[in-house]
Structure formats: structure tokens, C-alpha cells
């Protein structure tokens, strides 16, 4: 996909007043059904400038296998396309201060900064399903209050949030169908859902056959 430079320079510049580096593009077909939507990239990606293509990507790519889908029948971007990283400055065995930058969340000014690349994507996508890929890709799109462990699972359908004229969320002109279900990576902090998360990419197949898609 394309984008307008206008769009991408100023989100560039003010990436700079945050702790943001980076730039990923969405990647894919460039009109299929499904797109899938995580939070933002990290080390790996910055680097190959692909989506989830570090330690998570390989968790999505089994999924995407569980529900008989390859990365090249999907479009996959993330609701901030660069990696936001915290500061932590620690003591090497030298006794010498190293600064680390490990990934973290995106923060809710970041997303909104990042807000018209995803509302330009889904405009140009027009996805005839969602997957919302975690916590964040969730609430950006749908609710604040919503969560991955009351929602997983299930195709939630109705009008998603776009910005609107004065930095605020507004709802979208048509009905998207999201389906939710956990960030690949949120396996590596509790392996407790893992059986969660393969049901989901399970049901995931049956409502893919169902759809046709
Ligand atoms: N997590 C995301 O949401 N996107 C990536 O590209 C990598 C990890």
C-alpha cells in the first residue's frame, strides 16, 4: 500500500517529541478480506520494516496456520507504526551505566498521533474482518472499557473509532466485524492462555468458512 507523504511526514516529525523510533509500514495484499491489527512494532521489525517478524511474529504465524491462513492472504498493521521504547539505565559487570531501551505499550497520545495511518488503511483495505490482535488494537478500535478476556473469541460487529475533525474519536460511516483474540506475545507473560488463544484461531477457521472467506 501506498500512503500520501502528507500523511506520514507530520506523524515523523512529531514522533520526535515522544519516545517513538521508527517507521513500519502495514503490509499484504492490498485488497484483502481480512486484516489483522496489533499494537505497535518492536526491535525486530524497525529493523526489517515488516510487521511481526521478531519472537511474536513466529507465535503468528502459527495461528494464522491454525486457521488455514498465510500472511499473504492477510494485511497486517499495527495501531502505532513505530516502536515506542522506555529508558532504563543499568550497570554492565564493568561497572558501566548502559542505557536500555526495551519495548513498551504505546501510550494514548502516541495512538492518537498514529490514528489517521490506521483510519487511512481501513479506508483503503475495506476488510471484510478485523482481527484485533490484543488489548490495545481493542480499545483503539472499539471501546476504552472493552477487554481481550471478557471479548476474545467472538465477532463483535458495529461502527469503530476514527478521528474525528478536533483530535476526538468519532464513529465510522459503515459496520466493520472485529474479531478479537490475544496478542501473540501476551503467551510469553502467561502461558495460561495459550489454549485460549489456539481456540480462538480455531473457532477463527469455522466463522472463515462460514463468512466464504
Ligand atoms: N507487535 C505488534 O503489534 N506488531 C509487530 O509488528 C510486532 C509486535
Known sequence: MTYPRELIDPIIIKNKA???????FGNGDFSPDIMLIGEAPGEVEIRTGIPFTGRSGKELNKTL???GLTRNQVYITSIVRSRPFGKKTMIDKAGQKIE???NRMPKKQEILLHAPLLDYEI????????IALGGCALKRLIDNKMTIS????????GKIKQLGADSNYVPSKRAYDIFPTFH???IFYNR????NLIADWEKLKEILIVKAL
Open 150 to 157: 471478557e471479548s476474545h473469541g467472538n465477532i463483535w460487529h
Open 65 to 67: 496456520a491454525i486457521a
Open 100 to 102: 536500555k531501551r526495551p
Open 184 to 186: 501473540p506475545a501476551a
Open 18 to 24: 515522544f519516545d517513538l523510533e521508527g517507521f513500519v
Open 123 to 130: 479506508a483503503q483495505v475495506q476488510p471484510k474482518l478485523i
Open 192 to 195: 495460561k492462555i495459550e489454549q
